[in-house]
């Protein structure tokens, strides 16, 4: 591909797919890049929640707009790996739970008399 083809995509959610089946999600986080087409970019940088990926623009083979829920990556160790998982999916409902519980019933005490003495001056 090249990377006049990915101007239309600059504020867009995409997914491409690379030369290797691969795909990959975000929205482009070098705009930039293709302002100037006389020297174009050879990466691409897609930036998808916290998961930032890079790659070669000479590799993409298409691009679509994809449903954003269903492009999200979550790394666990051991789950995609194939490893067999430290931790048992019912130990992280229960440690979820358990500081759930915990932010319900500890107190928040606040200072007012801060507040309300500044905004009386």
Same mark, same amino acid.
């Given at each position: @591909?090249?990377?006049?083809?990915?101007?239309?995509?600059?504020?867009?959610?995409?997914? #491409? &797919? =690379?030369?290797?089946?691969?795909?990959?999600?975000?929205?482009?986080?070098?705009? /930039?890049?293709?302002? /100037?087409?006389?020297?174009?970019?050879?990466?691409?940088? $897609?930036?998808?929640? =916290? @998961?930032? *990926?890079?790659? @070669?623009?000479? &590799?993409?083979? *298409?691009?679509? $707009?994809?449903? &954003?829920?269903?492009? =999200?990556?979550?790394?666990?160790?051991?789950?995609?790996?194939?490893?067999?998982?430290? #931790?048992?999916?019912?130990?992280? /409902?229960?440690?979820?739970?358990?500081?759930?519980?915990?932010?319900?019933?500890?107190?928040?005490?606040?200072? $007012?008399?801060? =507040?309300?003495?500044?905004?009386?001056?």
């Amino acid at each position: @591909m090249k990377a006049e083809e990915l101007i239309p995509y600059l504020k867009k959610f995409i997914t #491409v &797919r =690379l030369d290797d089946n691969s795909e990959e999600s975000g929205y482009i986080a070098n705009p /930039d890049a293709f302002k /100037d087409l006389s020297d174009p970019p050879e990466k691409l940088n $897609l930036l998808n929640g =916290l @998961m930032n *990926s890079e790659v @070669m623009i000479s &590799r993409i083979v *298409s691009v679509s $707009l994809p449903v &954003r829920e269903d492009t =999200l990556k979550i790394p666990i160790i051991g789950f995609d790996t194939g490893l067999e998982p430290q #931790v048992q999916e019912d130990d992280i /409902d229960e440690q979820i739970n358990t500081l759930y519980q915990k932010s319900l019933a500890e107190d928040l005490d606040l200072d $007012l008399s801060v =507040l309300l003495k500044d905004s009386h001056e």
